[in-house]
């Protein structure tokens, strides 16, 4: 951890939760490549950064691993004898970041890349 609790910072960019809309999907929408015969991953983008207007400064609360993208993919159940084989679309993998929570005011907080923070003396 490069910067310390309580250390005061600034920055001009701020990562955000993107809302996810209740996107769903079935595995008709995901198309199988003929040369492979592997069904194609979909990609959802967790995580945006936003640039600031003016920069602002705070005080390093804490880090969090956070989830950046998540990659869907469909899942095929082969059955048995008493049920069909079945389909369903389900997390293959995701990726993580890490961030900084920084407060800039009472109770006001960002998460901050730490290559978007610059430390204050």
Request: charged share 35%; glycine share 8%.
């Amino acid at each position: 951890m490069k910067y310390r609790l309580g250390q005061k910072v600034k920055y001009k960019r701020i990562s955000k939760k993107i809302e996810i809309d209740m996107q769903y999907w079935i595995p008709d929408d995901f198309e199988e490549n003929p040369k492979t015969n592997e069904i194609e991953e979909k990609e959802l983008m967790r995580r945006e950064l936003i640039g600031l207007e003016k920069e602002r400064t705070g005080y390093v609360m804490g880090r969090r691993r956070l989830t950046f993208r998540t990659y869907l993919g469909v899942e095929i159940d082969s059955g048995d004898n008493f049920e069909p084989p079945s389909e369903w679309v389900d997390i293959k993998r995701q990726e993580y970041g890490f961030a900084y929570l920084v407060a800039y005011g009472m109770g006001q907080t960002n998460y901050v890349l730490e290559e978007d923070l610059k430390e204050v003396n």
